[in-house]
């Protein structure tokens, strides 16, 4: 079993690697981030239950982090598009 601190530390480390996963969700084609970030939901759903969490708190934690987690995903597309936006607007 693993101790509070222990648990926080896990979850902490997950908040922690949002902006990577949402690094790989934007290199992920279109037609696979679907299926790619509902693995991720299930991935931190899993984890929050391994550490002994009631089924209502992992729900609640797990729609906090993947709004956090699409939130930055769109901010990344976004960053990644912007300086193709600038070059045709500059054309334009």
Do not use: C, N
């Amino acid at each position: 079993m693993t101790s509070s601190s222990e648990q926080d530390e896990i979850l902490e480390a997950a908040v922690a690697g949002i902006p990577r996963v949402a690094q790989v969700i934007v290199e992920t084609p279109i037609e696979h981030r679907a299926r790619a970030l509902d693995a991720v939901e299930r991935s931190y759903r899993q984890t929050v239950r391994d550490l002994g969490h009631p089924e209502e708190d992992a729900k609640i934690w797990v729609s906090a982090v993947m709004f956090r987690l699409l939130a930055a995903t769109e901010e990344q597309e976004g960053a990644t598009l912007s300086p193709l936006k600038i070059s045709h607007e500059e054309l334009v």
